[in-house]
Antibody, heavy 120, light 106 residues
Framework: QVTLKESGPGMLQPSKTLSLTCSFSGFSLSTSGMVVSWIRQPSGKSLEWLAAIDWDGDKYYNPSLKSRLTVSKDTSNTQVFLKITSVDIADTATYYC????????????WGQGVMVTVSS | DTVLTQSPALAVSPGERVTISCRASESVSTGMHWYQQKPGQQPKLLIYGASNLESGVPARFSGSGSGTDFTLTIDPVEADDTATYFCQQSWNDPYTFGAGTKLELK
């Protein structure tokens, strides 16, 4: 059974760095073709793909946010992390991690999401 | 970026057939996927590769299209299908989503 779960600070101040963790089970990120992505959704709005890391450790970023994003994974291949620097109010959203299997980059399993509010 | 355009909302009666469209600003081949999202929940994959039904998804859902024009069809619609439906393309970098179509039941 594949599950993913996001965790994060809930609220942080503008200009700080947001750190998110995606803990997953039911698959290994060391398996060829596996990819974990981060996707966010402001309340009432659409979805925005942010970043991804694949089984080989290759990293992919949305160019619009690339300078502020860092995606990484742990050595046990059971957690993926995302850091967003210099957050502002526009970064307020629910952040999801999601799995892709194979190279088609559709998301077959999603975490429940973690809501992050940027406020002073 | 590839912009995906969806109609904002639709209202149909249970038992009817509904088609939800998604138009891409450039070709995405068959790299188009559809998700259902209910309030307070994460998106759920329905269709991948334009026309492939995800395991466990009822056969009432189907997808078609290639290039720039895509359709998600629900036939027949049931009350539980009330949700927002998003298309997503994975052919061009970065991967993008449509704004969503909110489906309401009359």
């Amino acid at each position: 059974q594949v599950t993913l779960k996001e965790s994060g600070p809930g609220m942080l101040q503008p200009s700080k760095t947001l750190s998110l963790t995606c803990s997953f089970s039911g698959f290994s990120l060391s398996t060829s073709g596996m990819v974990v992505s981060w996707i966010r959704q402001p309340s009432g709005k659409s979805l925005e793909w942010l970043a991804a890391i694949d089984w080989d450790g290759d990293k992919y970023y949305n160019p619009s946010l690339k300078s502020r994003l860092t995606v990484s994974k742990d050595t046990s291949n059971t957690q993926v992390f995302l850091k967003i620097t210099s957050v502002d109010i526009a970064d307020t959203a629910t952040y999801y991690c999601a799995r892709s299997a194979g190279l088609s980059y559709y998301f077959d399993y999603w975490g429940q999401g973690v809501m992050v509010t940027v406020s002073s | 970026d590839t912009v995906l355009t969806q109609s904002p909302a639709l209202a149909v009666s249970p038992g009817e057939r509904v088609t939800i469209s998604c138009r891409a600003s450039e070709s995405v081949s068959t790299g188009m996927h559809w998700y259902q999202q209910k309030p307070g929940q994460q998106p759920k994959l329905l269709i991948y590769g334009a026309s492939n039904l995800e395991s466990g998804v009822p056969a009432r859902f189907s997808g078609s299209g290639s290039g720039t024009d895509f359709t998600l069809t629900i036939d027949p619609v049931e009350a539980d299908d009330t949700a927002t439906y998003f298309c997503q393309q994975s052919w061009n970098d970065p991967y993008t989503f449509g704004a969503g179509t909110k489906l309401e039941l009359k």
